[in-house]
């Protein structure tokens, strides 16, 4: 049990039931009375937490992040593991390799989908973006320093990592057939590896397995 | 059966074209046939006549719209002696599309639409592979066959990762990100080009003006 979780409040559990029926309907077929049903509340105690869908699926979100950031946690790189290796796992924490990961998935594109129309909604999607690319950024910085990658800008890596990650994360979450989960796995990896001058694969053994080759910048 | 409504001068494109413009503006779940109906100056029954569903008016309009946009980019890229050209052409165009309705905000309802309904994954196939995949892999295997790319890569593997890093940095534009802004999103594009393509991507000083100018500011304004 997560902490958040284990915490049992009504505001955990109405949560706990919007994420559910969000990542299985949409924000927009999310129905109050059936949240307030899942999570033994009644419907006025759900109105009163959350005044609209889109703080609903902000807060819902945000506690998905959390519970997600639980599981990261859990899974700790073993001692001794180089940044590569890190790296590698955190790609498999962005990617819907769980039911949990999943779930937050399909709130993550919900989220950019009432942003657009939902200004508002923005700057939540930007501070979940910037804690992303921090977190990949400063293992980039760390293994740079280690001597482990090649000198690189780490946020233009983490952006374009992150990039790679939704991308691919959304093909892979829909089910298109042509990119199962093993084929973005491999995809961003390898893009990751090459940025970073450490061979073909984020797991290949050992710096820099061949030369790299130069960022041809335009002018 | 109600009885086949009487077309008059309505015709499925002008449909197509309020279906594009209506669930743009309002998104797909707050689209009802009737609005797409009155900016169609139409009626509901003669749009279901038309299209069985809301669903298949979503799947139209982005077919629709993704066809107008390659066919209009295919002809640009035409005009261009060289693939490297033609790559940098078809990013630029992809980060600030010159009709503010190609951003991705259609896309994501297509792939929420899509997870939310596995039938619709055959459209949504379909169209992925149509469109910005197929052009790019076409115009890497050209510049393959020219020399000016290198050979060894697969042209499709490196087409599925600028089409997906592509539509990774194309919601961050189309949300505004003020970090991830159209301008950088060509930069990152064109890198990882040239790292997996190894060449040195040279973009005309107009068309750089012209992807800065994005039609983003002007989305904006009218929202």
Request: charged letters at 25%; hydrophobic letters at 45%; aromatic letters at 6%.
């Amino acid at each position: 049990m997560t902490q958040a979780a284990g915490r049992n409040g009504a505001r955990e559990r109405i949560l706990a039931a919007a994420v559910r029926q969000i990542a299985g309907d949409g924000i927009d077929g999310v129905r109050i009375a059936r949240i307030a049903m899942d999570a033994g509340v009644s419907p006025a105690l759900v109105h009163y937490h959350f005044a609209t869908r889109e703080s609903l699926l902000a807060e819902a979100l945000d506690y998905s992040y959390a519970l997600a950031g639980d599981a990261r946690l859990k899974d700790i790189p073993p001692a001794g593991a180089t940044h590569a290796q890190r790296l590698a796992m955190m790609i498999d924490q962005c990617l819907p390799t769980t039911p949990a990961l999943t779930e937050d998935w399909v709130l993550w594109m919900e989220l950019w989908l009432r942003a657009v129309r939902h200004p508002e909604l923005r700057p939540f999607a930007e501070e979940l973006y910037a804690r992303m690319r921090a977190w990949f950024a400063d293992e980039i910085t760390a293994g740079i320093a280690a001597g482990e990658f090649a000198r690189c800008d780490p946020e233009e890596v983490a952006d374009r990592t992150l990039a790679l990650l939704d991308g691919f994360g959304v093909r892979t979450l829909i089910g298109d057939s042509a990119v199962p989960l093993e084929r973005a796995r491999r995809a961003v990896s390898a893009s990751l590896a090459r940025d970073l001058g450490v061979g073909e694969r984020l797991s290949d053994p050992g710096p820099t397995a061949r030369p790299q080759r130069t960022r041809a910048r335009p002018a | 059966m109600s009885p086949r409504p009487k077309l008059g001068h309505i015709r499925r494109p002008q449909i197509i074209e309020a279906a594009l413009a209506t669930i743009y503006e309002r998104g797909f779940s707050e689209t009802r046939i009737i609005d797409i109906a009155d900016n169609a100056g139409t009626s509901a029954a003669t749009i279901l006549y038309y299209f069985e569903s809301k669903e298949k008016l979503l799947e139209e309009a982005l077919t629709h719209s993704d066809e107008q946009f390659y066919a209009k980019l295919r002809e640009e890229i035409e005009t261009l002696d060289r693939a490297s050209a033609q790559l940098v052409h078809i990013v630029e165009r992809s980060a600030a599309p010159p009709d503010p309705l190609d951003d991705w905000t259609l896309w994501i309802e297509m792939w929420l639409q899509v997870r939310h309904r596995p039938h619709l994954r055959g459209t949504y196939e379909r169209l992925e592979r149509s469109g910005q995949q197929l052009m790019i892999a076409e115009v890497i295997r050209r510049g393959q066959d020219d020399g000016e790319f290198n050979a060894d890569v697969d042209a499709e593997d490196v087409a599925t990762m600028l089409s997906a890093l592509i539509d990774g940095l194309g919601v961050q534009v189309t949300l505004q990100h003020p970090d991830v802004t159209a301008e950088r999103m060509v930069r990152l594009c064109l890198d990882a080009a040239a790292t997996e393509l190894g060449f040195v991507p040279e973009r005309r000083p107009e068309t750089r003006q012209s992807a800065s100018v994005a039609p983003i500011g002007a989305k904006a304004a009218k929202r």
